[in-house]
T-cell receptor, first 111, second 113 residues
Framework: SQQGEEDPQALSIQEGENATMNCSYK?????LQWYRQNSGRGLVHLIL?????REKHSGRLRVTLDTSKKSSSLLITASRAADTASYFC???????????FGGGTRVLVKP | GAGVSQTPSNKVTEKGKYVELRCDPI?????LYWYRQSLGQGPEFLIY????????DSGLPNDRFFAVRPEGSVSTLKIQRTERGDSAVYLC???????????FGPGTRLTVL
């Protein structure tokens, strides 16, 4: 079963706009990771945020984590056509090492 | 350095046949994972190796699925008596240690006719 649930399921924006997607999960976690996937193949790791962290940045990406609400958000600023992809959140629980993925948010950035 | 590699990139087989999918992790990564992804869904965990041993195989759907990692590096996922429902992209990932980023390979697209 999938623990993380992304919202929205799909997002269409113009180049230059910001894109925000959310992830909710059900159980306690050690960390939460965001991945990007193009064309249904390999996943590219974007950011890992640990349960004792609240915010992380990487280039145009900003991730927040609220463990009290069991939710995370991924913000892509100044989006580009190349950002068109599916974005997945994945949680890693304190016990065990597998990642549990959500269903993903499909982002379309129109030039 | 080289990333995670998987072979073959595509595999088409007939129902009932046996298939092997190979994963070559990043050098030095002791943890190796197999996931399966169906169209339009997120990846689902199959099995996790720490070194040569399967530390967690709770995601394997049934006893037709088996995976090995005999020397703690390359891993092979083996599927016996394939069924049409096994069609999916099989993804392999490796990480340097527990609770770190997992780096994914490009996947093997398995099609069972």
């Amino acid at each position: 079963s999938q623990q993380g649930e992304e919202d929205p399921q799909a997002l269409s924006i113009q180049e230059g706009e910001n894109a925000t997607m959310n992830c909710s999960y059900k159980t306690s976690i050690n960390n939460l990771q965001w991945y990007r996937q193009n064309s249904g193949r390999g996943l590219v790791h974007l950011i890992l945020i640990r349960s004792n962290e609240r915010e992380k940045h990487s280039g145009r990406l900003r991730v927040t984590l609220d463990t009290s609400k069991k939710s995370s958000s991924l913000l892509i600023t100044a989006s580009r056509a190349a950002d068109t992809a599916s974005y997945f959140c994945a949680t890693q629980r304190a016990a065990g090492n597998k990642l549990t993925f959500g269903g993903g948010t499909r982002v379309l950035v129109k030039p | 350095g080289a990333g995670v590699s998987q072979t073959p990139s595509n595999k088409v087989t007939e129902k009932g046949k046996y298939v092997e999918l190979r994963c070559d992790p990043i050098s030095g990564h002791t943890a190796l994972y197999w996931y399966r992804q169906s169209l339009g869904q997120g990846p689902e965990f199959l099995i996790y190796f720490q070194g040569t041993g399967a530390a967690d195989d709770s995601g394997l759907p049934n006893d037709r699925f088996f995976a090995v990692r005999p020397e703690g590096s390359v891993s092979t996922l083996k599927i016996q008596r394939t069924e049409r429902g096994d069609s999916a992209v099989y993804l392999c990932a490796s990480s340097f240690s527990d609770y770190n980023e997992q780096f994914f390979g490009p996947g093997t697209r398995l099609t069972v006719l």
